[in-house]
């Protein structure tokens, strides 16, 4: 899983963005807010990086003006608590525990991949290497990347480990359709990356971070890393892996977590030419994203837009812990530092 996103920062710049019409902005009273969830109020913003943003990426520009709906996202990612009465009142399988399926994995590899022994066919889930004690090529991720047989989002790091004692962990090692299934389940869905930025934003409509453009607040406000990346976590605030939820404070309008810790899922496709098509010189209402997915660095792979970055995120190598962020996932395969929080509108709970 590539942290760093395609292409150079470049400078950035956009025009101030003009009030929304004809949006649901208020809760309707007579609509209860569902547990665990807020109301993000229906609003126009900036979406894309910022100016001054001199971390911003390709596939974030240009920032273009954006009007969405309210809606009500969850207040954290959906912790193992939460996924596990899913499993429970399911008997749902995830991905990273089901047999492999060669034929089907193969498909989204280049013509003429050999197939792997056996051996290596088998059910898991990427971890990070923890073990990494120098890089010779900083674009190589996958030398701090390796396959783990056996992990799961019950045992994150292997067989012999578990989740016991971490109810209020973050779920990692689910797959984009283990998301779908849990969001089916819920009466929920995954948020566009326009509903993502929306809330990110709070009560702002063109900040960098979800407290402001403040970058020296980072240790105290987001779970990355802090140290030599990937070499050394110094673990200044306390967290060398993934943090509980509710660990930092929360944005301006009561949610956690959408920066560091966890990467976050989105219905969106990644597609690092989305922005470039788009017209700018008008707002965008409650846009879906790009119809098809494209990233230079995965070209077999049709990949989602996934947001907030991680507890891996560092300012020397992809710095994703900025609002308009992104990277591209797979939609079939999970990792340790990948997870997922949902989203329900008026609409879904009046059905």
């Known amino acids: 899983m590539n942290c760093k996103n395609d292409g150079k920062t470049n400078p950035v710049s956009q025009k101030k963005n003009s009030p929304a019409t004809n949006i649901l902005v208020e809760q309707p009273s007579d609509v209860k807010t569902p547990e665990g969830m807020v109301w993000v109020r229906g609003k126009s913003f900036i979406q894309g990086a910022k100016e001054g943003d001199s971390f911003a990426m390709h596939a974030e520009m240009p920032a273009h003006e954006v009007i969405v709906d309210g809606f009500f996202i969850d207040i954290t990612e959906v912790t193992n608590k939460e996924f596990r009465a899913f499993v429970d009142a399911t008997g749902y399988i995830t991905v990273a525990e089901r047999p492999i399926n060669w034929e089907e994995m193969k498909k989204d590899l280049p013509e003429g991949t050999p197939k792997p022994h056996d051996s290596i066919l088998q059910p898991g889930s990427l971890i990070f290497n923890k073990e990494v004690n120098q890089v010779a090529n900083m674009d190589n991720y996958t030398q701090w990347w390796r396959w783990q ?3 799961n989002w019950k045992h994150p790091e ?3 480990s578990s989740i016991a004692g971490k109810d ?4 990692v090692h689910v797959a984009y359709e ?3 299934a849990f969001c089916k389940w819920a009466n929920r869905r995954l948020p566009t990356e326009a509903e993502w930025e929306s809330a990110a934003q709070g009560t702002n409509s063109n900040a960098i971070y979800t407290w402001g453009d403040d970058p020296n607040v980072l240790d105290d406000s987001a779970n990355t890393w802090q140290g030599i990346f990937p070499i050394k976590n110094e673990s200044k605030d306390g967290f060398e892996h993934i943090a509980p939820v509710k660990s930092y404070p929360p944005n301006s309008i009561g949610i956690y977590d959408l920066l560091g810790n966890v990467w976050e899922m989105t219905s969106d496709w990644y597609n690092v ?4 098509e788009l017209d700018v010189t008008k707002p965008h209402t409650n846009p879906k994203g790009a119809a098809t997915a494209y990233s230079p660095s995965n070209p077999y792979q049709q990949e989602h837009v996934i947001k907030g970055g991680s507890f891996l995120c560092h300012a020397s190598y992809c710095a994703s812990f900025r609002i ?6 797979s939609p079939d395969s999970g990792s340790d530092h990948a997870g997922f929080r949902t989203v329900v509108t008026v609409d879904m709970l009046k059905r």
């Open 149 to 151: 047989l056996g992990a």
């Open 158 to 160: 292997g067989p012999g």
């Open 168 to 171: 209020d962990y973050p779920v």
């Open 178 to 180: 283990d998301a779908l």
């Open 273 to 276: 030419n989305y922005y470039k």
């Open 324 to 329: 308009s962020a992104k990277m591209g996932m």
